[in-house]
């Protein structure tokens, strides 16, 4: 992040532009919007200025002083703007606010800025800049535009609404984190219904009610959401899964979780790893049950994040029913499963009319140290095999399959940590399969799927991560 994103108080605060020109009308009249007092240093102004100072609106905030730059017209103003077309003036007032350690922004020369000028999305109260740290202002209007079209004028009456009722809940709920939960219900249902419907009467007379007859107690009951994360891009998430993930006091994350998924995680909660892996398991699954039971019994939120799909090799049937065997409120959010994320993002459909018309999920975790599979209802004719964890038994279940009738030359992919951009495919055989893996050494979690299917991956690869050059047919 090249510049952090604040918002400064300018109500009655000194600011300098200097500039008569078009951009630095635009700057002046940015600053008047903000309440703040405006001066225009420049031997002569353009109309869009001379308008400016002739708005009542604006009288006795903005003022034209008729003059070139000099550094002795900067003394303890609050925000200094150069916005001329002459490089050097730019300079001098660069110079001169920085000599008076005071904030300056140099249009269109990043590197003399303190501060940039974001593009604004403005529903008063509530404000929405976008930004592209000076490298591309048209991208960052564009990307404005598209958020005029999302969010209605509507929202500028709700944040009016909730302002003028925020002390009222205050008094009525003394702790945080029950103010927190009743303006999440309130903003999440009727009351914003209303508002954004147009019916401004009943939203203050919903919210009223709301404010009257909301028991503290019901504010303080903890909840578990099961969320799956699903196979790692985080575009893959369900709305639910991003709204539950907001509302999160607690996070229990496992190593298939991304790092761009977590970072959708509310800023504010607190993160607590609880990955596993083959032969360490950092918590063991009954000490997880443990901590959800326990966190959600503190009265908190907690979020179990966990990758792919919670009821597909996830134990997510395990950790719930920890939580309904004591009465615990909690909800289930189903994610995208490895098998059919991966295999969509490697350009392999599961199923396909001349090639498969059944797809089968296994395990390949070994027990005791050998595969506990049902052999023969897998080599079965026009059927897919997607196999979860099974690197390690990759050469059993190699061997194993091909002791049961599957022919050697089964085409069989590898898929490396797909949807993400370390994504890499395999094509290879059944019985190559092994081998192969030995030389690539491919990286946890790699998906491996068998069938006829694999083959329309040359032909079908859409998603292009990094590494061009990781496919190859045997």
């Keep these: 992040m090249d510049y952090l994103p604040i918002f400064i108080d300018l109500k009655d605060r000194q600011c ?22 405006v001066t225009i240093i420049a031997p002569d102004i353009a109309e869009p200025t001379r308008q400016m ?75 929405i800049a976008v930004s592209s740290g000076g490298q591309s202002p048209i991208l960052a209007r564009n990307l404005r535009a598209r958020l005029e079209t999302l969010i209605p004028p509507a929202y500028s009456r709700l944040g009016d609404l909730v302002g003028r009722y925020r002390e009222a809940v205050k008094v009525k709920f003394s702790q945080l ?40 107690n019901a504010l303080q009951q903890g909840e578990v959401y ?14 639910k899964a991003l709204r539950l993930m907001q509302q999160a006091d607690v996070v229990f994350y496992d190593r298939l979780v991304s790092k761009e998924v977590l970072a959708l995680v509310r800023r504010e909660a607190e993160l607590v790893y609880v990955g596993k892996q083959r032969a360490w398991h950092h918590k063991r699954q009954d000490e997880i049950n443990f901590l959800l039971l326990e966190h959600a019994k503190q009265g908190r939120r907690v979020l179990r994040l966990k990758g792919g799909d919670p009821f597909i090799f996830g134990r997510g049937g395990e950790e719930i029913a920890t939580l309904a065997d004591n009465k615990i409120p909690f909800q289930v959010v189903p994610g995208i499963t490895a098998a059919s994320g991966c295999a969509s993002y490697a350009g ?127």
Aim: proline share 5%; aromatic share 6%.
């Design 53 to 127: 100072l002739a708005d009542s609106q604006w009288a006795g905030r903005v003022f034209w002083l008729k003059a070139v730059f000099d550094k002795h017209h900067l003394y303890q103003q609050r925000i200094v703007i150069a916005a001329t077309d002459d490089n050097e003036v730019n300079l001098a007032v660069y110079r001169a606010a920085k000599a008076k350690s005071l904030l300056v922004n140099v249009a269109d020369e990043p590197e003399l800025c303190d501060f940039i000028l974001a593009s604004i999305l403005d529903r008063s109260p509530i404000v």
């Design 177 to 216: 984190a029950q103010r927190r939960r009743f303006w999440e219900s309130v903003l999440e249902g009727p009351v914003a219904d209303h508002m954004l419907a147009g019916r401004e009467a009943l939203a203050e007379q919903t919210l009223q009610t709301l404010i009257d007859n909301t028991a503290d």
């Design 348 to 474: 392999i459909p599961l199923t396909h009319r001349d090639y498969s018309q059944s797809c089968v999920f296994v395990t390949g975790q070994l027990k005791e140290g050998e595969l506990d599979l049902n052999w023969q209802s897998l080599v079965q004719p026009r059927q897919t095999i997607v196999v979860y964890m099974g690197l390690v038994g990759l050469p059993e279940l190699s061997q194993q399959l091909q002791a049961h009738g599957m022919r050697a030359d089964m085409p069989a992919a590898l898929v490396q940590q797909g949807t993400t951009e370390n994504q890499k495919v395999w094509i290879s055989t059944i019985a190559e399969l092994p081998e192969l893996a030995e030389r690539e050494q491919p990286v946890a979690p790699t998906l491996v799927i068998i069938g006829e299917v694999t083959r329309l991956h040359n032909s079908l690869s859409w998603f292009n991560p990094a590494d061009q050059n990781a496919s190859i047919d045997q």
């Design 226 to 239: 099961l969320v799956g994360a699903g196979p790692g891009d985080p575009d893959l998430l369900t709305f």
């Design 16 to 37: 300098v532009v200097v500039g008569g020109g078009e951009i630095a009308a635009r700057k002046a009249a940015l600053l008047l919007k903000a309440q703040a007092k």
